[in-house]
């Protein structure tokens, strides 16, 4: 008779009792020290891996009945390779530092494993039970522990998204940063939105002003009328959204000057969504003196046309300590002077930014090294300037 399946978190703690090193990284399942014929009359050793899904903290079933091998091909005791159990190459990375060699593949009878114990001791025994016919009791049950990931998780619950599509060393590179947010308006607020989904320690959100009105028609989401009627800060209220995802976001109920440019200069890089004046100019010249590395971006929207319609520009700017950009200021760049924001163009420029800041970290290839791009709305095109 059958046992009923086991929940998804008592599969993994019956794994572990049963003696398997089995370790859940961040969003992910692994089973080390699979013994393996490797080659004819050698065993060697294997990782699997296995794709968790969560709904919210909640573990779920296996979704499918694939599973992932990190290390060399398996073989039976002859040194044939077992294609059999073999769907294909896989070149994810399942954690940094570990990366996928194929998937495998062994469709049970009801077509999905009831549980993960099920799937991980199915896959154990086809590939292990080779190596036991060279090495009589050698096995996966090595009752050993390995250690997990050297940067603790800010999120609430498990990142699923980023192991599924096998970017974890990308992910991580951006891991432990501490990054600043100045202005949480418009860009500034979309830029939060998006920051807060990376494995960045720390987001400092700065902004003196309240959320009104206006503001909840370009920002992230809805904001209720309840919200609105309390004039909650605007540096409060998106950190306070952050909160319910992930730990770590900071917010500072003021306005940023040039005196702030040392508190400033200590993070790893700080985003400017201000309006332009003479107090920005200031800012972005202390903040280059004081070796700061920041993304400034900015937009300028205008009617143009016969029929008045809006031509907008949006920049991005990345100033570092080995390339400072060029960035406008005064009245004759005047980026938000005629103060007409779209949406779109807001979330559009904040996502300009994270691509920016995530290209500067080798999250994304970047074959141009330039500190300056502008897209402009009526010929739809982004100019990039390599200077």
Request: charged share 20%; glycine share 10%; proline share 5%.
């Amino acid at each position: 008779m059958s046992r009923p399946p086991f929940a998804p978190e008592e599969a993994i703690d019956q794994l572990r009792r049963d003696g398997f090193d089995v370790e859940v990284a961040e969003g992910v399942l692994l089973v080390h020290d699979v013994p393996a014929v490797i080659s004819p009359g050698t065993v060697g050793r294997v990782v699997l891996a296995e794709t968790l899904q969560h709904a919210g903290d909640r573990l779920q079933p296996p979704a499918d009945h694939t599973l992932i091998l990190c290390g060399d091909h398996p073989c039976d005791d002859k040194g044939g390779p077992l294609t059999r159990i073999v769907a294909g190459r896989d070149n994810s990375v399942v954690k940094p530092g570990l990366s996928a060699t194929l998937r495998l593949s062994s469709k049970p009878p009801g077509g999905l494993y009831g549980d993960l114990h099920d799937k991980v001791t199915h896959y154990v025994e086809l590939i292990e039970r080779w190596a036991q016919a060279i090495e009589p009791g050698v096995s996966a049950r090595t009752f050993r522990r390995s250690s997990s990931d050297a940067h603790p998780s800010p999120f609430r619950f498990a990142d699923s998204a980023t192991p599924r599509a096998g970017i974890a060393d990308l992910g991580h590179r951006l891991s432990g940063q501490r990054l600043a947010v100045i202005g949480a308006g418009g860009t500034g607020s979309y830029l939060v939105d998006l920051l807060i989904k990376t494995s960045v320690a720390e987001i400092h959100v700065y902004d003196g002003d309240v959320l009104l009105s206006h503001n909840a028609f370009r920002a992230p989401g809805a904001v209720s009328i309840e919200t609105l009627r309390a004039r909650p800060s605007k540096a409060q209220h998106w950190a306070t959204q952050a909160a319910v995802m992930r730990r770590g976001v900071v917010a500072h109920d003021q306005y940023v000057t040039a005196d702030d440019a040392t508190e400033l200069a200590a993070f790893d890089c700080v985003f400017l969504a201000v309006d332009d004046g003479p107090a920005r100019s200031e800012l972005v010249a202390a903040l280059e003196a004081s070796g700061a590395t920041f993304i400034d971006v900015g937009m300028g929207v205008d009617r143009a046309g016969t029929a008045g319609q809006l031509l907008a520009a949006i920049r991005v700017s990345v100033s570092t300590p080995q390339a400072r950009a060029h960035i406008p200021s005064g009245a004759s760049a005047d980026e938000y002077g005629s103060n007409i924001q779209v949406v779109e163009l807001n979330a559009l420029n904040a996502a300009l930014a994270v691509i920016a800041w995530k290209r500067m970290n080798g999250f994304y290839l970047d074959a141009v090294l330039g500190t300056t791009s502008i897209y402009t709305t009526d010929d739809n095109t982004i100019g990039e300037d390599a200077t």
